[in-house]
């Protein structure tokens, strides 16, 4: 039987909310009340069982790895996934985790990675569809003239993790 467990991690930037399996990592969550809930309900059906709160060693692995990140200390995280969605998502998630650690690529780009040419909105939809914020880092993907559009946690959410990404890795925007 999988379990869902969930709990809220401080952070830096803002409270966050996240959720794990045995397996690992499913959830990550900074956005709305609203999208939490919806993202929350999308968890519970594709598991198969209601989400609970409490202690799990991945959330502990998840807030240590958090709080490294957040010091400047972490550009790699290695906490274990479990992330429910279909093909097209998982190939774009795990772009998404190729892109490094201060550096920005647009979704044009990124289709273009993934051998779908002019298939950025795709890319966008897909990256929308992230449960993982940060660890799968789709505050990395801007457009292709450089403004920040589409982030799920806020464009000044994004801004912040880009700037302290810039500030940590040297890298500049456009890195």
Known sequence: ???????????????MRAATTDRGICLLEMGSPDRKQREQAELESAFGMQMT??????????????????????????VPLDTPGTEWQQR????????PFGETISYGQLADRLDNPGGSRAVGLANGKNRVSVVIPCHRVI?????LHGYG??????????DHEALYSGAGLFG
């Open 1 to 15: 039987m999988t379990l869902l467990i969930a709990r809220t991690i401080e952070t830096p930037l803002c409270t």
């Open 53 to 78: 709160a409490g202690e799990h060693p991945i959330l502990d692995q998840l807030a240590s790895e958090l709080t490294s990140y957040f010091a400047g200390d972490l550009i790699d995280f290695t």
């Open 92 to 99: 774009v998630w795990k772009a998404l985790c190729n892109i």
């Open 143 to 147: 457009a292709a003239d450089g403004t």
């Open 153 to 162: 946690g806020g464009l000044d959410r994004k801004r912040w993790l880009l």
